[in-house]
């Protein structure tokens, strides 16, 4: 049975820092490239940052470039983001997922991630 479980949420004031963590287990973490979603209220799931598993290359959303950074240790199974300079507009359900190694996957794109986890929330305060 496939788990990811994210942590590191939280309430934050504008400027503020966090870092978030996604373990996955009942997968070989190092076949799946790792992405991460958010949801604000009323708002659609959208992608925020996605690594990928064989040369780990990373991609950002526009509106979280410069501020946001993904990164995975595949020897803890572990997906991380690191969250700098939140704003208001950050605040969310951050989601991670993985996806497959597949020509197919496309890393802003939903349907390519098999594997979600339950989603942690994010705050931020002005």
């Known amino acids: 049975q496939v788990q990811l479980v994210e942590s590191g949420g939280g309430l934050v004031q504008a400027g503020d820092s966090l870092r978030l963590s996604c373990t996955a287990s009942?997968?070989?973490?190092?076949?799946?490239?790792m992405g991460w979603f958010r949801q604000a209220p009323g708002e659609e799931r959208k992608f925020v940052a996605a690594?990928?598993?064989?040369?780990?290359?990373?991609y950002y959303a526009d509106s979280v470039k410069g501020r946001f950074t993904i990164s995975r240790d595949n020897t803890q199974n572990t997906v991380y983001l690191q969250m700098n300079s939140l704003k208001p507009k950050d605040t969310a359900v951050y989601y991670c997922?993985?996806?497959?190694?597949?020509?197919?996957?496309?890393?802003?794109?939903?349907?390519?991630?098999?594997?979600w986890g339950q989603g942690t929330q994010v705050t931020v305060s002005s």
């Open positions: 997922a993985a996806g497959p190694r597949s020509p197919l996957w496309e890393s802003t794109d939903e349907t390519k991630y098999d594997h």
């Open positions: 009942g997968l070989t973490f190092s076949n799946y490239h």
């Open positions: 690594i990928r598993s064989t040369d780990k290359r990373l």
